[in-house]
């Protein structure tokens, strides 16, 4: 997956991008949330990627390096500088076109044994996902749990993410991030995986977005010091 790297890379300014949820109770026995939105925020997850970065560093290094040499090589057959390339440009330099698509095949490779990792620690939450669930529903009283996207509006209580994180938290504090031998994800792990990478991503590029805005702005002018003697 190409957005491994920079994800990891970015895990410590995604965290803070990442809003947490209020932790009122539910109205009127609603209430919603996702296995998505737990998962990312729970501690074991965060402490496991965390380790999966320190393990693969060499392998990221590497991926780091070469979607540089990528980069640079798609902004040299661009040349009319419009961020866009054209057939004519690609058909223009096809040894760089073969160059940048052996690298992209070596980004992949780099980045399978961590992906596998990764998935490997989310199945092992989505297991108990629906334990701590259920005890959430249990405690809160909760008639019905809606998915975030099946609501138009309502009030912030009906947020329960927080206590699933918490409960899930509670149950399953650490997991695993080396896979068995021959471990196969299932298709729901996969999925789940995916989405939350692409939850990472966008908190890490939110948050990109905002240091280079406040890098941005202007400094304040110190005060200046009377000139009279």
Not at 182 to 202: K, V, Y
Request: net charge neutral; aromatic share 2%; charged share 10%.
């Amino acid at each position: 997956m190409k957005t491994i790297s920079k994800t990891l890379a970015c895990l410590s300014v995604a965290g803070a991008a990442i809003a947490s949820v209020p932790a009122a109770a539910q109205v009127n026995g609603i209430a919603t949330s996702s296995p998505e939105a737990v998962i990312v925020r729970s501690q074991a997850r965060i402490n496991a990627y965390q380790q999966i970065g320190q393990t693969y560093t060499t392998q990221l290094t590497q991926m780091n390096t070469l979607r540089q040499e990528i980069n640079t090589q798609q902004r040299s057959l661009d040349t009319d500088n419009n961020g866009q390339l054209t057939e004519a440009e690609i058909q223009a330099n096809p040894t760089a076109v073969q160059q940048i698509q052996q690298k992209e095949q070596q980004v992949q490779q780099l980045s399978q044994p961590i992906a596998l990792a990764q998935t490997y620690v989310i199945e092992q939450l989505i297991n108990d996902y629906n334990n701590a669930r259920n005890q959430v529903i249990s405690d809160k009283g909760i008639q019905i749990m809606l998915a975030p996207d099946a609501i138009q509006y309502a009030p912030d209580g009906v947020n329960v993410t927080t206590d699933l994180v918490n409960a899930l938290n509670t149950r399953l504090p650490a997991v695993q991030t080396t896979p068995p031998a021959g471990w196969q994800p299932r298709r729901d792990s996969l999925q789940t995986h995916q989405a939350i990478q692409q939850i990472l991503l966008a908190a890490a590029q939110q948050a990109a977005a905002q240091q280079q805005q406040a890098a941005q702005q202007p400094a304040a002018q110190p005060n200046q010091q009377p000139t009279g003697r």
